[in-house]
């Protein structure tokens, strides 16, 4: 089963606007990670932020988050057209060494 | 290598057969995924591998679907007798080992089964 749900399902802004997406969880981490995917196929890492870290950032990419509330935030600021694709959280759950990746959103950049 | 490498492509197969997918991770990580990705969704678990131990094998949607890792290398995904609904991207993933570190993903099998 899933264990993240990302919001929106889909999000489209105009280049030069921030575009923020949410992430929801179900049960206590060790760790979150953020991916990209273009195309359906492979995805590509962007950041990770351990269950002690509560901000993090990484060039236009700024994550946060609140364990109490099991969710987590990616802000991308200043968007630009290379910037859509499909965006995921992954959790990997205390106890576990798996990651469990969250339904996505997807994200349209105008230009 | 490079990075991970999964073959075949593509592959379409007919409902029944079994078929066979591959995964090399990147030299000397000792931890590897595998997820499935249907159309339009999320990456569903299927199986972990780390090192030596005993894989999560938790996230296997039936007694059809197998994988194995060879010499902590290589691994194999096989899925037998397919149905339609197996129909999807299945994506493979390695990191240097369990823990904060991020997972570099192959650009995965489309299994077509008509």
């Known amino acids: 089963s899933q264990q993240g749900e990302e919001d929106p399902q889909a999000l489209s802004i105009q280049e030069g606007e921030n575009a923020t997406m949410n992430c929801s969880y179900k049960?206590?981490?060790?760790?979150l990670q953020w991916y990209r995917q273009n195309s359906g196929r492979g995805l590509v890492h962007l950041i990770l932020?351990?269950?002690?870290?509560r901000e993090k950032h990484s060039g236009r990419l700024r994550v946060t988050l609140d364990t109490s509330k099991k969710s987590s935030s990616l802000l991308i600021t200043a968007s630009r057209a290379a910037d859509t694709a499909s965006y995921f959280c992954a959790t990997n759950p205390s106890g576990t060494y798996k990651y469990i990746f969250g339904t996505g959103t997807r994200l349209k950049v105008l230009a | 290598g490079a990075g991970v490498s999964q073959s075949p492509s593509n592959k379409v197969t007919e409902k029944g057969k079994d078929v066979e997918l591959r995964c090399d991770p990147i030299s000397g990580h000792t931890a590897l995924y595998w997820y499935r990705q249907s159309l339009g969704q999320g990456l569903e678990f299927l199986i972990y591998?780390?090192?030596?131990?005993?894989?999560?094998k938790s996230g296997l949607p039936s007694d059809r679907f197998s994988a194995e890792r060879t010499g902590g290398s290589v691994s194999t995904l096989t899925i037998q007798r397919t149905q339609q609904e197996d129909s999807a991207v299945y994506l493979c993933?390695?990191?240097?080992?369990?823990?904060?570190?991020?997972?570099?993903f192959g650009q995965g099998t489309r299994l077509t089964v008509v």
């Open positions: 932020i351990r269950s002690n870290e």
């Open positions: 591998f780390q090192g030596n131990s005993a894989p999560d």
């Open positions: 993933a390695s990191s240097p080992t369990f823990g904060a570190y991020e997972a570099f």
């Open positions: 049960t206590s981490i060790n760790n």
